[in-house]
């Protein structure tokens, strides 16, 4: 009995020591303010301190500010400006579609100003033109309008699912009018935190309202109709593919649908199964993986839809720097849903010349009565070996098979940033990408690039507008892609299109002895072409964006330029250690680059072969030594035991074997 009594009081009085240490401990270390908007929300992490102002970073973009921490805590990457700004013009024009349905005119600030110096009208015809529209209504009839800021009871509801430092949601509340509400959610709750301080930042409490929560779970939250968004944005870290489900059963009919995928090696054909896993679809590596991986996109996206007797229609189609971005709008209708079949297909491409064919899933026919009639496609339409080159074929796909964008609606988002440059600090960009995807042929997918064409048969590279002359003396509709500086989209049979390099290879002829016999050059040069080729230059072969030198491509905004590292809870600060890291992995498969002059030096001490043999023309200026020989070099080189094709170096002369030696 005692032991026990002194084994408890021994217990009692450890505890207290250990509380009075902790306690001490406690005293030493900084209190800061308690937080309350992160108490409120729940979202306080438990055993963390905020950041101090001190360890922040104020970023102002388009009309938003918002702080972040400078640790990689919550994921802000700036090379993205041109997504958001993009993402902007077309929110606003989805908006401005909506909204006139019912009556509400939009203002965007600075567009009427912008336009009044840009139409050309009289002064006087303006003026009948608004006492002729003030006339016919009445007084209480007066259009309704929807300002930037201010909340639309008819406006739309917008989610972003993962918006990180809520930049996105902000700038939506800031620069497009029109809006409900905002609803910015997240599941970190130290991204959710830094949110409600960035909205505080920008007084749009009104309209944004964070939230911390599953994505999925959320958008899964609101598949009744009455509760669905209007317009679902997801810019997730890597693939969108988990998120897609929930986000087709979230979004309302006719609403509008946002995704970026940025894990583009696997869309770009690096690893074809990890593709399919998450997309539906086998990946090939080819010079059109940029405009296949939107296809590819576009095609898990009517697939997941299709689930629901929903499917999509694709509004704008973006590849861009090192992601992609589609905009789609969501419908619902079993009769469309039956069609979506035919709008998908496999692609057969050889891995010689590169040609690839394309092979529908379904078949839409037109019946009696003015029905369509579904039905199995047939195929293949390719032999099993290509027919230029011998070689066999990759099959990849299902892919999106019909046109990518709604040309009327990029016109009208194209006009509207035209007319108002300052909007955003991309205008520029965003005025060359969608210029060139006017000039698109919406009908041809995928397209072939100059280089692989001309390498394929191991000639010279023609001119661009060389090429495209060609094909249009031909009879063939020939355009640019957004997603390839040098691409050649045609609606010309590979046959056509190889018959015209054969016409060029006649004039920038090929040494056919150096090809081997089974190789796709050979075998492609060795049949006469059909058809003629003409490659005088047309004026229609220079399409406008090129003459007017529009902007597609930016220049890297920053060092260490691309995708951002994935936001860690306690992520480390970008300190110089991490960047000495980055630097020593720039160019680390490259060989470094020898001064010219150590070269130069290098060379020097190699005698040069041509001078012996008394041919050298260079004289001075010859890289190699043209140092006369030494009597014990011309000894060797005289005895009959001595080797003429060697050259060996007396031992501890130092001179190295080098290109200059035979």
Known sequence: MPRAR?????????????????????????????????????????????????????????????????????????????????????????????????????????EKDVQKVVVDLS?????????????????????????????????????EGLAASGLRSIRFAREVPGLQSVVANDASARAVDLMCRNVQL??????????QADARML???????????????????????????????????????????????????????????????????????HEMALRIVLHSLDLRANCYQRFVVPLLSVSADFYVRVFVRVFTGQAKVKASASKQALVFQCVGCGTF??????????????????????????????????????????????????????????????????????????????????????????????????STIRCSTPSLLQLRSALLHAGFRVSLSHACKNAVKTDAPSSALWDIMRCWEKECPVKRERLSETSPAFRILSVEPRLQANFAVRDDANPSSRQRGLKRFQANPEANWGPRPR???????????????????????????????????????????RFKEGTCQRGDQCCYSHSPPTPEDTAAAASPDHPKTSHQNPPGSGVAAGPGVD
């Open 567 to 609: 936001a860690r809870p306690g992520g480390k600060a970008a300190g110089e250690a991490m960047e000495e890291r980055r630097r020593l992995h720039q160019n680390k498969r490259k060989e470094p680059a020898e001064d010219p002059v150590q070269r130069a030096a290098r060379l020097k001490t190699f005698p040069c072969k």
């Open 202 to 211: 920008n007084a749009v409490a009104h309209l944004v309202h964070p939230r």
């Open 357 to 454: 064919h394309l092979q529908r899933l379904g078949k839409a026919s037109g019946a009696s009565g003015g029905r369509v009639k579904f039905s199995a496609a047939c195929g293949p339409p390719i032999s099993p070996e290509c027919e230029h080159c011998g070689q066999r074929h990759q099959l990849g796909g299902p892919l999106w098979a019909e046109p990518i964008h709604d040309l009327d609606f990029v016109g009208r988002v194209l006009q509207a940033v035209s007319a108002n440059p300052g909007r955003f600090h991309t205008s520029e960009r965003i005025q060359g990408v969608l210029s060139v995807i006017t000039e698109e042929l919406p009908d041809v997918p995928l397209y072939y690039t100059l280089d692989q064409l001309s």
């Open 6 to 110: 002194i084994g408890l009081w021994l217990s009692l009085t450890l505890r207290s020591t250990r509380s009075l240490c902790r306690a001490g401990f406690m005293e030493g270390q900084p209190q800061g303010p308690p937080n309350p908007a992160g108490m409120e929300n729940g979202t306080e992490p438990c055993g963390e301190e905020r950041a101090s102002e001190a360890q922040e970073t104020t970023v102002t973009e388009g009309a938003a500010k918002i702080a972040f921490p400078s640790a990689n805590e919550v994921f802000y990457n700036p090379v993205q400006e041109f997504n958001r700004d993009l993402t902007c013009a077309v929110i606003t024009e989805f908006a401005r579609i909506q909204l006139g349905a019912k009556g509400i005119q939009i203002k965007v600030p600075g």
């Open 219 to 289: 958008m899964y939250q609101h598949q009744r109709a009455s509760e669905r968004f209007d317009v679902i944005d997801l810019d997730p870290y890597g693939s969108p593919a988990p998120f897609l489900d929930a986000a087709v059963q979230a979004v309302s009919e006719g609403g509008l649908l946002c995704v970026t995928c940025t894990d583009m090696a696997v869309l770009a054909g690096n690893s074809g199964e990890t593709c399919y896993s998450k997309y539906g679809a086998m990946a090939l590596k080819s010079r059109a993986c």
């Open 123 to 159: 002064e006087q015809e303006e003026e009948k033109a608004e006492l002729k529209k003030g006339a016919n209504l009445a007084p209480g009839d007066q259009p309704r309008t929807a300002a930037v800021g201010e909340i639309c009871e008819e406006g739309l509801r917008v989610l």
